[in-house]
């Protein structure tokens, strides 16, 4: 099996980064200043500016040391804790530290067994088989067992449950207990990234006799912390678990969540010491922490990325050559200044990452063309532009900052852009995937989960409302695929088929950033944007 692209720490290949065209003129690098004052303007936080703080300090080295409680600002409200139905950063967050999965990727790419200390395949890749970690017990006093992962899948999978982490695990026939201690998944057709889909976050372990309407609220996971008070838009409070399987992991005592839905107050939050932690960090928040000595910053290149949705089913999205006019009208070097400061890389309208070796060499990065964009949307009926309403929020960073870039660079295309940024607390559960035209940030993954959780047609997570059979059918393919040029082959496909059908603008990758006090130890930047804590210690 290949290794975890995504995962890999080594530097963006700039030479893929967009051309600047003659035809770029709407923001200019000369203009970007005024494009920071209208940002400024439509937030409530200061305009960014270019620099940042010292990525690549390093932290106290030491024994770890037990006890004290680390309180982190994160961005939204959690809402819920149950895994099979997680959708923001903030639940996502908090079921990692209550509930394990069977394995689990670490920052630098590699699996780490978790629940499950072994695993091994068939020669056909239609069968895999692993020997679960004995003595574990969940938080309500049931010893683990192989029966629990039957019943977590088996949840996961039933359409009933309606949990948007079932279509990265449908390949999956059948979950059988071979005994107390070793479970087997049977699967529909070959695959190669079966470990990569069982770390997703709703396939964390649940116990087999837990009553499921008391997920939500409650906690019954093997996780290093154990739920403590959960109130819903103000913080979260988990003590450490003491029967914890990995001994003395947890160091920790205590961890604390709070919400803060202002970028500018978490960020005050860290420099005043009124939190340890802030997670995720935006890059437009660097400057302000430039130059104070007790914080540091820890970074990592990722396959996640920012994009702009548009529904399909509704006009104007309905109508390809809009779609391509939008695509055309997107500068994207613009946005990687305004909303990454120049952190990260551009991208191509699919998930796929520079750095990947699944990634199309050939393709030519879609260039900033206003003129070609305006022809596009006369054909399209549209010969006077064309009005388009763009919701945005900052419930994740970057998001405010790609929409108004956008809607600059779109203006030299005729593409008027009015922005409503949407309440934090309510984005993900009334906006995204309701309203036809949303700023959207995705965690990164390997390519066979990226795309199949949001292009598949039948994705729960399918944000443009996209389906085309054909390209399932290249999802699937490209799964059962041992070796890696035929699957790359296939990959290449996929790729010229999303530049060439433009349903999401993903414009840009952005670098994962944890900012955190310098006594902080043990935690890191995860190119999943995950925030692992069961090793994190404070130094005094």
């Not at 206003?370 to 006369?378: I, S």
Request: hydrophobic share 40%; aromatic share 8%.
């Amino acid at each position: 099996m290949k290794s975890i692209a995504v995962s890999r720490q080594i530097p963006w290949k700039r030479r893929r980064r967009s051309l600047m065209p003659a035809l770029r003129s709407a923001v200019t690098l000369a203009a970007l200043s005024l494009l920071m004052a209208v940002l400024s303007a439509c937030t409530t936080s200061p305009g960014p500016a270019t620099g940042g703080t010292d990525s690549t300090q390093t932290p106290t080295q030491g024994e770890p040391k037990a006890g004290g409680t680390l309180r982190v600002a994160l961005p939204a409200n959690v809402l819920g804790m149950d895994p099979a139905h997680s959708l923001n950063t903030t639940d996502i967050i908090s079921t990692l530290q209550l509930y394990d999965n069977l394995v689990l990727r670490q920052p630098d790419g590699t699996m780490r067994p978790m629940l499950a200390e072994s695993w091994t395949h068939n020669e056909e890749l239609t069968e895999w088989t692993f020997k679960l970690r004995e003595g574990v017990k969940f938080q309500n006093g049931k010893a683990f067992e192989a029966e629990d992962v039957v019943f977590t899948f088996n949840r996961l999978l039933d359409p009933a449950t309606g949990s948007p982490g079932r279509t990265s695990v449908e390949f999956i026939k059948e979950v059988i207990a071979d005994d107390s201690l070793t479970v087997r998944f049977v699967l529909e057709a070959p695959n190669a990234f079966v470990l990569s889909a069982l770390t997703i976050y709703q396939a964390r372990i649940l116990p087999a006799n837990v009553d499921v309407s008391r997920l939500q609220n409650e906690s019954f996971g093997t996780g290093p912390f154990s739920l403590v008070e959960f109130r819903p838009g103000e913080r979260t409070i988990m003590k450490r678990n003491p029967e914890y399987w990995d001994s003395p992991r947890p160091y920790l005592e205590e961890l604390v969540f709070y919400y803060m839905p202002e970028p500018e107050t978490r960020v005050e939050a860290l420099k005043d010491g009124s939190v340890d932690a802030v997670f995720p960090l935006e890059a437009t928040s660097l400057r302000a922490l430039e130059g104070v000595p007790t914080v540091r910053i820890d970074e990592k290149a990722s396959a996640a990325y920012l994009n702009m949705a548009m529904d399909t089913r509704v006009p104007p999205f309905d109508n390809k050559l809009v779609r391509k006019a939008v695509q055309a009208a997107t500068d994207r070097e613009a946005i990687l200044q305004v909303a990454l400061l120049g952190r990260g890389a551009i991208a191509n309208d699919h998930p796929i990452p520079p750095n990947d070796p699944a990634y199309w060499d050939d393709q030519e990065i879609t260039p900033y063309d206003p003129e070609k964009a305006k022809d596009l949307l006369a054909q399209a009926g549209f010969p006077n532009g064309i009005d388009l309403t763009l919701h945005t929020s900052t419930v994740e960073p970057g998001m405010v900052e790609m929409a108004v870039a956008f809607k600059e660079s779109a203006a030299a295309a005729g593409i008027r852009v009015t922005i409503i940024r949407e309440p934090e607390d309510a984005y993900w559960a009334r906006v995204w995937m309701a309203e036809p035209f949303t700023t959207v940030t995705w965690n990164g993954r390997e390519p066979d989960e990226a795309l199949t959780i949001v292009y598949m047609s039948d994705a729960e997570w399918n944000e443009a409302y996209y389906k085309d059979p054909e390209l399932d059918a290249l999802i699937v393919k490209a799964r059962s695929q041992a070796d890696d040029g035929e699957r790359n082959a296939t990959y290449a496909e996929i790729q010229r088929k999303l530049i060439g059908d433009a349903t999401r603008i993903i414009a840009v990758f952005r670098p994962i950033i944890v900012g955190m006090r310098t006594n902080v130890q043990g935690v890191e930047a995860h190119p999943n944007n995950w925030l692992i804590l069961e090793g994190a210690w404070l130094d005094s």
